[in-house]
């Protein structure tokens, strides 16, 4: 590879933020479908999560780089034009639709999950007929085509106690041989692949699998600004050793510039379309699925900013709260709340405030983020159409963030 461009952390911090779309001033005026369209084209996906205590995981970062917005916009993108469709990409995702040949390989490779693969090798009778019933009477949820088959659904037993027809039907949607939709409370429903990616998507040949993880490396360098070979193999959940072995000649060709970030172990990659802003006034909340904090490792190299999601974790042992936002503020993360949308009573709930340690060296003070975070809180709760923000937990934030309130 050739001698690495030098970068600073501040400046590398401020290339990551412009390329992820966190430093550029959201719209002044209505945001409509081309607003969500240049996300879309800008990230290539965002990802989808049950959870649902504030808002569903694929809307918020849309908030954070648009602010409030009609969130059909994005469902009639997704479920209505089929600009962008469902399929594993970091996770659960939805992918802009023009890179669907990019992931056919996956769809040719056996499922990573233990339990829809094996359904899928035991079970080719159950696949064969799920499949055309699917291209018959979709778009079918799991309960209707148990319906449709009249099998009882077994809901014991590991995989979310998934009968045999849902691990089926993920094996055939994994294969790319059913498509899927959301329908009333984000249930997923299944269709023929034809519904959801359209003729001249569908039409285009098939890259070789080479060719795909090179245009993939390239879309997650683009949203990443600034990236490891271990940073763009998590975008896309992709073969390190193939990524590894890809970068260099994606260099060589021009197509990344290779940095030596300050306080990186490793060479980086730039990809040439990323800008490196003066200056970042950032003011947004991020999800934690947000493409912004996938890579965990990646978050505390880039802001020095530790964050561990803790849905998981049981509540006695929890540091932070249960549905934690991190919020950017300039360039940095300066501040975490715990949030719950109280849909009942209408209120946004902070059940916990922190702000960063060391807010002093990350230029501002608890004043200002308190001002800063309690305007961006009231604009969440307009947009989800609730009346007040309350502030009912805990944190070293709190009784400040509170008194603004």
């Known amino acids: ?93 939805l992918i802009d639709v023009e890179l669907e040949p990019l992931l056919r390989w996956r769809m040719a490779d056996g499922h990573r999950w233990s339990g829809p693969a094996t359904v899928g090798h035991r079970r080719p009778d159950l696949i064969g007929q799920l499949e055309a019933l699917v291209h018959e009477h979709g778009p079918a949820s799991a309960a209707e ?9 077994d809901r014991t037993g590991p995989w979310w106690g998934w009968s045999d027809t849902k691990k089926a039907l993920e094996h055939l949607f994994w294969h790319g041989r059913v498509g899927a939709v959301r329908r009333g409370g984000f249930e997923r429903a299944y269709c023929h692949p034809a519904v959801t990616v359209p003729p001249h998507v569908r039409d285009r040949p098939t890259p070789a699998r080479e060719e795909a993880l090179r245009d993939l490396l390239l879309v997650a360098a683009r949203a990443h600004g600034v990236a490891t070979p271990k940073d763009l193999a998590d975008y896309w959940r992709l073969p390190i050793r193939e990524v590894r072995a890809l970068t260099p000649g994606l260099v060589a060709d021009g197509q990344l510039e290779a940095v030596a970030v300050e306080g990186w172990r490793e060479t980086g990659v730039r990809h040439p379309d990323a800008s490196l802003p ?45 549905y934690v936002l991190p919020f950017l503020l300039g360039d940095t993360y300066v501040a975490r709340v715990d949030l719950k949308a109280d849909r009942a009573g209408r209120r946004l709930l902070v059940q916990s405030a922190w702000a960063e340690p060391d ?15 309690s305007n961006e809180l009231r604009l969440l709760a307009d947009w989800l159409d609730l009346d007040d923000v309350v502030v009912v937990g805990r944190g070293d934030l709190a009784p400040a963030l509170a008194a603004v309130h």
């Not at 807010?359 to 975070?373: I, N, S």
């Open 145 to 153: 085509l148990d319906e449709i088959l009249g099998t009882r659904r």
């Open 1 to 93: 590879m050739p001698r690495p461009t030098s970068l600073s952390a501040a400046q590398a911090r401020r290339t990551v933020l412009a390329a992820q779309g966190l430093a550029a001033a959201r719209p002044s005026g209505r945001v409509d479908r081309r607003h969500l369209r240049s996300v879309i084209r800008r990230l290539g996906l965002v990802q989808i999560d049950s959870v649902n205590v504030l808002a569903r995981a694929h809307h918020l970062p849309f908030f954070s780089r648009l602010g409030p917005h009609d969130p059909t916009l994005l469902d009639r993108l997704a479920y209505r034009d089929h600009e962008v469709f469902e399929y594993w990409g970091h996770e659960a995702s």
């Open 278 to 322: 003066r200056r970042v006034d950032a003011c947004a909340l991020v999800s934690p699925f947000d493409v912004a904090m996938w890579h965990r490792d990646r978050v505390e190299r880039i802001h020095g900013f530790r964050y561990v999601i803790e849905i998981y974790v049981p509540e006695a042992k929890r540091v932070h709260g249960y």
């Open 359 to 373: 807010l002093d060296q990350r230029g501002t003070d608890e004043a200002e983020v308190a001002e800063r975070l």
